[in-house]
Each structure stands twice: as C-alpha cells, then as structure tokens.
Nanobody, 114 residues
Framework: QVQLVESGGGLVQPGGSLRLSCTASIRIFSAGPMGWYRQAPGKERELVADVTSSGITHYADRVKGRFTISRDNAKNTLWLQMNSLKPEDTAVYYC????????WGQGTQVTVSS
C-alpha cells in the first residue's frame, strides 16, 4: 500500500507564503502526473495544480501565478510553493496522482487568517 505523507502547512497571514511537501513510499517516476488537491470545510476536494513526470505543470485559475508545483522523482517528493496566500486558500491540502489515485494521506492544514 502506497503511503503519502504531506507536511508544511500552518497558520499564515494573508499575503504570506508556505511550502508544502509530499513524500511517497514508492518511486513516483512511473506514477504519471501528480497533483496537489485541497478540501475546504463543506466543499468538495479540488485539484489545484499538477505536474507530469517530465515537469510540465498545470494550475487551476484561482491559484495561477501564486502557486508553483514541482517534483523530484529521485526523492519521491512533490512540493507546492504557495505565495500571496488568501483566506480562501484555507483548506486541507493533499497530494496524489491524477490517474488511479492511491489512498489519501492525512493531508496538511493550511489556514490563512489575520
């Protein structure tokens, strides 16, 4: 069973930055596109950014220009650099692959508040 461990969340003021990390228990080189998802209270989980094995990235419109996704296949790690954070970015953030998703990790809480 693949394990995904997310970390790096926390409480930050509007306009601040956070860097999230996700480490997988297996090699992610052959996992295909991987992404960061988030789920706010009372809302559906949504995909906010994804990256292919070769490094091509895609972003949801609401985070474009503020978030940067990257991956290191050798370290089996995915990152999400989040800048210019807004209160509406508050959510639990998860990583997973886009196709044939593995079991979800515990996620990491991001709270943007003054």
């Amino acid at each position: 069973q693949v394990q995904l461990v997310e970390s790096g969340g926390g409480l930050v003021q509007p306009g601040g930055s956070l860097r999230l990390s996700c480490t997988a228990s297996i090699r992610i080189f052959s996992a295909g596109p991987m992404g960061w998802y988030r789920q706010a209270p009372g809302k559906e989980r949504e995909l906010v950014a994804d990256v292919t094995s070769s490094g091509i990235t895609h972003y949801a419109d609401r985070v474009k220009g503020r978030f940067t996704i990257s991956r290191d296949n050798a370290k089996n790690t995915l990152w999400l650099q989040m800048n210019s954070l807004k209160p509406e970015d508050t959510a639990v953030y998860y990583c997973n692959r886009l196709v044939g998703r593995w079991s979800w990790g515990q996620g990491t809480q991001v709270t943007v508040s003054s």
